[in-house]
């Protein structure tokens, strides 16, 4: 018994010391392990969760998803929407003390298109150059309009680093990140721990109240929430649907909601090699019955317990960019059966892939039943994800189940989708008209101008139905009482700047 | 001795070889494309193009197989698909976390078993037999993630007595580092436990009944000497194999306990580089967990030998 009294001395002595510097700790817990952590090689979703509190990028995203400025402070587009002026801040630094400059920008965006090792090359694809134009000023040059590179600024490819550091470490910059974000990295144990601590000479510094941050990856979402209730995490993101109305119960926590930007949805077989010839993926009558007989909101309801919104756009309802003549469809058995007749069939069989996690599994064999009442004979085959990315690609599918984390830019929704080379256009769906509104609207500079050609385009997909898109589900963050400042925003991203934790 | 530890380490290479191959070989078989996988979202073709050259992808399976296989030679492991990380720092990043939990669970699961064991079988057919066979049952039944949620439920959330999760290494803050492990190791030597148990129980019952032990008694030695010093030390060969063999399958990683109780072990890097297609990461701990099984077999036998007199002769 007594060594371990003394133990127990010594670290309630050492508790009492350590007491009087009372510093802001901040534990999260993340879904997954984010990958390399490289804004020009990294391709997971929780790495921009990381990247959000260390890296600063040109512009940021408000959220009502406004571009805002970051470390540019104001920008003009050219009248042919060709060039890009951006006016950047002064007095910034890189973790490593090093200035920011235009220089700076220049080596980064060079960086981002010309590494080999980079995964930003389709987003910077519509760059001539970029040049600096003075100490603080850079001038992007497109090859055609692309009113879009603003969006994609405002992400891992409009992300500052340090040119010196990029410069030294080459493609291993992942293995210590340098960048002029609110935080500076600390240590990173693969699958354990990411710890970032506040970077002093951050030229916002005012607006941070947190000391220390740490990302946890905690992949089963039951044991997230237990962390958060033992109090071993402040903060947690992705909450289960299914815990959603426990949490809200729980006076000791916070729950924050809000409809993300991407989307779920079918993509059908179109075009891509001989599985393509089918009754389903020739009949666009037999799609439009499908998605008739399908319920969008018994799904929110059943799958997501109320949390997700149904959806029939690559956008959601909530959005600036969803097109409100053309609304949810409501389920019509009536209708579905109809159509199939005139297409000639009485039962239509349909094979359809599904990720094998438990949420997109009940949620199919929902949907299977609900389209058996019109007429459809759906066979479910369950794929593990690399499998399904893979057979999806290679056209190896008649309908199947994916969905897309989103964009800012509407452009980023559909464009490399349904434009007949999109680099993901895996229905190999092609259509000259779709493909003249979507590049219209990505020359554009006028918003008015760009929805009007969105509208236009979105009508004819709702006819053809290459993606049969089915809702859009929220971003759920619970954290303790004592976690104040945070504000939920669609893309998902966990901003720090004006969070206070008094734990 | 020397000599015949020599011998056996030689065999181990061809061993070592197959399996290689074997584990080489079946990747290939899996669907998917890690290029598809690691790609990012948007899948750009240059990008795709580029990683195929880099990790060899596009020449035949023979050609990588002779390429991983002459890196291994000369101590590169290859590099991690996903993180860009050196495979050999991956795996010696694991390796003590999955060695500390290993140890730990052995540890409890022979504090718990031995004596059950040596219970069971002196009191056979009792109460005591029954009940110490039913706890060990139960054990071996009772799932690993379950329990595992239900001791979070309890010891974290509602007691508050340990941390729930995680991982600290035990070198930086010792305490915290058993504290985190305290409880998947439980958890793990819950079943392992059951095993210990049972062939505890047996070996004990076979040297329980041997003449030797009637004369030890008959000379008047205490219970506890004769059950101890003269039943547990000859009882103890196949509890010594058992366990030897049952640390070299820890080492392979518990993935359920470490996935649950995120820790990072052996288990979820393997489960997480086949996900992703991360072959190299596969091949190395697959590797790795191979010659820690098959130094584990090798102690064994020495082990054998060294509480054995016997089998000295042999040699």
């Known amino acids: 018994m007594k060594p371990i009294f003394k133990l127990t001395a010594a670290l309630l002595a050492g508790a009492f010391l350590a007491f009087p510097a009372a510093s802001a700790e901040l534990?999260?817990?993340?879904?997954?392990?984010?990958?390399?952590?490289?804004?020009?090689?990294?391709?997971?979703?929780?790495?921009?969760?990381?990247?959000?509190?260390?890296?600063?990028?040109?512009?940021?995203?408000?959220?009502?998803?406004?571009?805002?400025?970051?470390?540019?402070?104001?920008?003009?587009?050219?009248s042919d929407a060709k060039e890009l002026t951006m006016k950047l801040r002064e007095g910034v630094k890189f973790h490593d003390g090093t200035d920011f400059d235009a220089k700076a920008v220049v080596a980064t965006i060079e960086r981002n298109m010309k590494l080999p090792e980079s995964r930003r090359k389709s987003e910077l694809a519509s760059v001539e150059k970029v040049e600096a134009v003075g100490g603080y000023?850079?001038?992007?040059?497109?090859?055609?309009?692309?009113?879009?590179?603003?969006?994609?600024?405002?992400?891992?490819?409009?992300?500052?680093?340090?040119?010196?550091?990029?410069?030294?470490?080459?493609?291993?910059?992942?293995?210590?990140?340098?960048?002029?974000?609110?935080?500076?990295?600390?240590?990173?144990?693969?699958?354990?721990?990411?710890?970032?601590?506040?970077?002093q000479d951050y030229w916002n510094k005012d607006n941070v109240f947190i000391d220390k941050v740490t990302y946890l990856p905690i992949p089963d979402t039951t044991v997230r929430l237990a962390n958060l209730r033992a109090g071993d995490l402040d903060m947690i993101e992705r909450l289960a649907a299914t815990d959603a109305a426990s949490v809200k119960e729980d006076a000791k926590l916070n729950y924050q909601a809000v409809v993300n930007i991407?989307?779920?949805?079918?993509?059908?077989?179109?075009?891509?090699?001989a599985r393509a010839d089918n009754p389903f993926g020739k009949d666009k009558r037999?799609?439009?019955?499908?998605?008739?007989?399908?319920?969008?909101?018994?799904?929110?309801?059943?799958?997501?317990?109320?949390?997700?919104?149904?959806?029939?756009?690559?956008?959601?309802?909530?959005?600036?960019?969803?097109?409100?003549?053309?609304?949810?469809?409501?389920?019509?058995?009536?209708?579905?059966?109809?159509?199939?007749?005139?297409?000639?069939?009485?039962?239509?069989?349909?094979?359809?892939?599904?990720?094998?996690?438990?949420?997109?599994?009940?949620?199919?064999?929902?949907?299977?039943?609900?389209?058996?009442?019109?007429?459809?004979?759906?066979?479910?085959?369950?794929?593990?994800?690399?499998?399904?990315?893979?057979?999806?690609?290679?056209?190896?599918?008649?309908?199947?189940?994916?969905?897309?984390?989103?964009?800012?830019?509407?452009?980023?929704?559909?464009?490399?989708?349904?434009?007949?080379?999109?680099?993901?256009?895996?229905?190999?769906?092609?259509?000259?008209?779709?493909?003249?509104?979507?590049?219209?609207a990505r020359a554009s500079t006028d918003d008015a101008v760009r929805k009007e050609k969105y509208d236009a385009a979105g009508v004819i997909l709702n006819e053809d139905l290459p993606i049969i898109y089915l809702g859009h589900q929220s971003w759920i963050w619970a954290s303790k009482k004592g976690v104040t400042g945070f504000v939920p925003s669609p893309d998902g991203m966990i901003r720090l700047q004006g969070v206070k934790f008094d734990g | 001795m020397p000599v015949y530890i020599g011998k056996r380490l030689l065999v181990a290479i061809p061993t070592l070889l197959i399996i290689s191959i074997f584990?080489?070989?079946l990747q290939k078989l899996l669907p998917g494309d890690p290029i598809l996988a690691m790609a990012g979202e948007e899948r750009d073709p240059a990008t795709i193009e580029f990683l195929r050259?880099?990790?060899?992808?596009?020449?035949?399976?023979?050609?990588?197989?002779?390429?991983?296989?002459?890196?291994?030679?000369?101590?590169?492991?290859?590099?991690?698909?996903?993180?860009?990380?050196?495979?050999?720092?991956?795996?010696?990043?694991?390796?003590?976390?999955?060695?500390?939990?290993?140890?730990?669970?052995?540890?409890?699961?022979?504090?718990?078993?031995?004596?059950?064991?040596?219970?069971?079988?002196v009191k056979k057919n009792t109460v005591l037999d029954?009940?110490?066979?039913?706890?060990?049952?139960?054990?071996?039944?009772?799932?690993?993630?379950?329990?595992?949620?239900?001791?979070?439920?309890?010891?974290?959330?509602?007691?508050?007595?340990?941390?729930?999760?995680?991982?600290?290494?035990?070198?930086?803050?010792?305490?915290?580092?058993?504290?985190?492990?305290?409880?998947?190791?439980?958890?793990?030597?819950?079943?392992?436990?059951?095993?210990?148990?049972?062939?505890?129980?047996?070996?004990?019952?076979?040297?329980?009944?041997?003449?030797?032990?009637?004369?030890a008694r008959a000379k008047g030695l205490s219970p506890r000497e004769v059950i101890l010093s003269h039943s547990f030390r000859n009882a103890l060969l196949p509890?010594?194999?058992?366990?030897?063999?049952?640390?070299?399958?820890?080492?392979?990683?518990?993935?359920?306990t470490e996935q649950i109780f995120t820790i990072p072990g052996f288990g979820k890097l393997t489960v997480d580089a086949v996900f992703n297609r991360d072959y190299a990461v596969v091949q190395g701990v697959v590797l790795c967990t191979a010659v820690g099984f098959i130094l584990m077999n090798l102690l064994a036998d020495v082990l054998y030998v060294l509480l054995n007199p016997r089998l000295r002769a042999t040699l």
Request: charged share 15%; hydrophobic share 45%; glycine share 6%.
């Open chain 2, 53 to 121: 050259e880099k990790y060899h992808l596009n020449d035949p399976v023979p050609v990588q197989y002779v390429h991983w296989l002459g890196g291994i030679v000369t101590g590169d492991f290859g590099i991690s698909l996903r993180t860009n990380q050196p495979v050999l720092e991956l795996v010696m990043q694991k390796l003590p976390v999955t060695i500390q939990l290993a140890v730990m669970a052995m540890i409890i699961s022979l504090m718990i078993g031995i004596p059950m064991g040596i219970l069971a079988a």
């Open chain 1, 27 to 78: 534990r999260i817990g993340l879904q997954d392990d984010p990958d390399v952590l490289d804004p020009a090689q990294s391709r997971t979703f929780v790495g921009r969760i990381v990247y959000t509190a260390m890296c600063d990028k040109l512009v940021d995203v408000s959220p009502d998803l406004k571009i805002v400025p970051q470390l540019a402070t104001e920008w003009n587009w050219s």
């Open chain 1, 286 to 440: 037999l799609r439009q019955a499908f998605s008739l007989a399908i319920d969008r909101d018994a799904l929110n309801q059943i799958v997501y317990e109320g949390t997700a919104v149904a959806g029939n756009q690559p956008y959601p309802p909530t959005s600036p960019w969803y097109n409100k003549d053309l609304p949810v469809p409501a389920r019509d058995v009536e209708k579905a059966k109809a159509l199939i007749q005139e297409a000639g069939f009485e039962r239509v069989p349909v094979e359809l892939q599904v990720p094998n996690n438990p949420v997109a599994a009940q949620m199919m064999q929902i949907v299977q039943s609900m389209v058996a009442e019109a007429g459809f004979d759906v066979s479910l085959k369950s794929t593990e994800f690399a499998t399904l990315l893979d057979e999806q690609t290679r056209g190896n599918y008649q309908l199947s189940r994916s969905d897309w984390s989103g964009r800012i830019d509407p452009d980023g929704n559909i464009h490399q989708f349904i434009s007949c080379g999109g680099g993901i256009n895996d229905t190999k769906y092609c259509n000259a008209e779709v493909d003249k509104l979507l590049n219209e």
């Open chain 1, 137 to 199: 000023e850079v001038k992007f040059t497109l090859k055609a309009p692309d009113v879009t590179l603003l969006a994609q600024l405002s992400d891992r490819a409009g992300m500052i680093v340090s040119p010196k550091a990029a410069e030294e470490l080459g493609a291993n910059f992942g293995n210590h990140p340098v960048c002029a974000g609110p935080f500076k990295f600390v240590e990173r144990i693969q699958q354990d721990r990411i710890v970032l601590e506040k970077f």
């Open chain 2, 23 to 25: 584990v080489f070989s």
């Open chain 1, 262 to 273: 991407g989307y779920m949805a079918l993509y059908t077989n179109i075009a891509n090699g």
């Open chain 2, 130 to 215: 029954y009940i110490a066979n039913i706890v060990a049952l139960s054990g071996l039944s009772v799932p690993n993630f379950w329990l595992g949620i239900m001791l979070i439920l309890l010891v974290s959330v509602n007691l508050g007595w340990l941390p729930a999760s995680g991982y600290e290494s035990i070198f930086v803050d010792p305490v915290r580092s058993i504290q985190t492990m305290i409880m998947p190791a439980f958890v793990l030597a819950t079943a392992l436990a059951a095993q210990v148990m049972r062939h505890t129980r047996s070996a004990m019952l076979g040297v329980l009944s041997a003449d030797y032990i009637r004369t």
């Open chain 2, 239 to 256: 509890v010594v194999t058992l366990t030897a063999l049952l640390f070299g399958e820890l080492l392979a990683g518990a993935v359920l």
